[in-house]
C-alpha cells in the first residue's frame, strides 16, 4: 500500500521514475602505479558523482556486472583476475582502463596513447622487470571496454563507463566486442 501511494506521488509531483540501469563494478588494480585509481577515485566526488547514475563499486566480483582492471597485468595477478572474472555472474563484461590495462606497458598495442617515440615506460618503470609482465589484460580475459589514457582523466572514465551502462540496459545478455579506436575517448 505505501509503495503504491509513493509511486503515486512522484507521478503527481513530477518525479523522474529512476534510473533506467546500473552496473556494479568489481576495481582490481593488478599491479599499477596507482595514477588510474586517484582518476577513478575523482569520478565519485560531487562533479561527475557516477553512483547518481547508477554506477557503484563493489567488493565482490560476485556482486559485479563489470571487472574493472588497471595496470600492467604481472605474473602473479593474472590467475587471480582469472578467478575473479569466473566467480561474476553471466553476463559479464571486462573493462581495462588506462595505458596499462589497454596493453601499451606489453608491446604498446594499439590503442596506446603514449607509444615508445613518445618516451612511453609504462610497466617498465614501475616494475623493472618486464619479465614479471604476463602481458595484455586482452590475452588474459576478453576485454569489452578500453579506456585509453596515462591517466585518463575523471571524464573520459565517466563518459565510457555511462556509454557502456546505456549500451547494457539496451542490450542487456548480448556481448558486445568494442573496438579501441571506436571507444577511444583519450586525445
Given amino acids: 500500500m505505501l ?4 509511486q503515486q506521488v512522484r507521478r ?4 523522474p521514475a529512476g534510473r533506467r540501469g546500473s552496473l ?6 593488478a599491479g599499477s602505479c596507482n595514477g588510474c585509481e586517484h582518476e577513478l577515485a575523482a569520478t565519485a566526488n560531487p562533479y561527475y558523482d557516477l553512483q547518481r547514475h547508477g554506477l557503484n563499486i563493489v567488493a565482490s566480483p560476485r556482486h559485479a556486472d563489470v571487472l574493472l582492471v588497471t595496470g600492467p597485468i604481472t ?4 590467475d587471480p583476475l582469472r578467478r575473479a572474472y569466473e566467480a561474476m555472474p ?3 563484461l571486462v573493462a581495462a582502463l588506462g595505458d596499462c590495462a589497454v596493453g601499451c606497458a606489453v608491446g604498446h598495442a594499439a590503442g596506446c596513447t603514449a607509444g615508445p617515440a613518445a618516451g612511453c615506460t609504462v610497466g617498465h618503470a614501475v616494475l623493472a622487470d618486464p619479465a614479471q609482465l604476463a602481458g595484455p589484460l586482452e590475452e588474459i580475459l576478453p576485454v569489452d571496454l578500453r579506456i585509453p589514457g596515462c591517466p585518463p582523466n575523471p571524464s573520459q572514465i565517466a563518459e ?7 549500451e547494457t540496459a539496451q542490450h542487456p545478455t548480448a556481448r558486445r ?3 579501441s579506436s571506436s571507444r577511444d575517448t583519450h586525445t
Avoid: S, Y
Avoid at 605474473?75 to 593474472?78: C, K, L
Fill in 3 to 6: 509503495l503504491r501511494h509513493l
Fill in 12 to 15: 503527481e509531483i513530477a518525479l
Fill in 24 to 29: 556494479a563494478l568489481r576495481h582490481v588494480d
Fill in 75 to 78: 605474473t602473479r595477478m593474472a
Fill in 90 to 92: 553471466e553476463p559479464r
Fill in 160 to 166: 565510457a563507463l555511462l556509454g557502456l551502462m546505456h
Fill in 177 to 179: 566486442a568494442r573496438n
